[in-house]
């Protein structure tokens, strides 16, 4: 492929994005990943933000026995990797979940955007506060709910809680879930089972159907 028509894709997947965002993104470095790359790990310093213009990733954090937690998915037209433009470490590690096409911009590419666009400052406050609410509320799930809420929870999250007519959720699987909701696949299997048993669900390869509300307790 030509630098030229690589050139003009960059230009329409900037085109496609919210303008000020796109402006954004083209401060910075355009790379690809495999699915299943290691974009950034939690604890490592960096100075980076960086721009999905292609894709989708998670973030995500691991244990030492390697158990994961999945704090959210990140899709094109978002971005990630802002909680350490104050210099820290990052909060979180991020992988792709499939192939991927971000803009990485610096740290100083950054401040010269906001300097440029004063307006786009507030638009990254407001993205650190959503995804440090979303942290925090993780947090309380953890503490205060048992493995059953925060299955119940995550289901209706991704469907509805009071669903009129049965409801298909997008391809997942129960590994997915359970990282999602920080226990194993097998206990997260044994509960869908259960509530499958119960006329609740629908499970199939990769897929689970919400059928009516779901119990509060089991």
Known sequence: MTATR???????????LDPALGRLAAR??????????????????GDSLFVVLQGQVKAYSTDEEGREVIYGTIVSGDYFGEMSLD???????????????????????????LEA????AMRLVTQVIRRARGATEK??????????GRLIHALEEKGAAQPQQPI???????????SQVGASREMVSRLLKDLE?????????????????LPARW
């Not at 947090?139 to 059953?148: E, P």
Request: aromatic letters at 6%; a positive charge.
């Open 6 to 16: 690589i050139a003009s894709d960059q230009q329409k997947l900037l085109a496609q």
């Open 28 to 45: 910075g470095i355009f790379r690809t990943y495999r699915k299943n790359t290691v974009i950034l790990t939690e604890g490592e310093p």
């Open 87 to 113: 210099g820290g470490t990052r909060s979180a590690s991020v992988m792709t979940v499939e192939p991927t096409l971000v803009s990485v911009v610096s740290r100083q590419g950054v401040q010269e955007h």
């Open 117 to 120: 666009e004063p307006a786009f």
């Open 139 to 148: 947090a309380r799930q953890m503490a205060l709910m048992n493995v059953y």
């Open 168 to 178: 298909e959720l997008k391809p997942v699987t129960h590994q997915q879930i359970a």
């Open 197 to 213: 048993r119960g006329g609740y669900v629908e499970l199939g390869v990769k897929r689970i159907t919400l059928m009516k509300k």
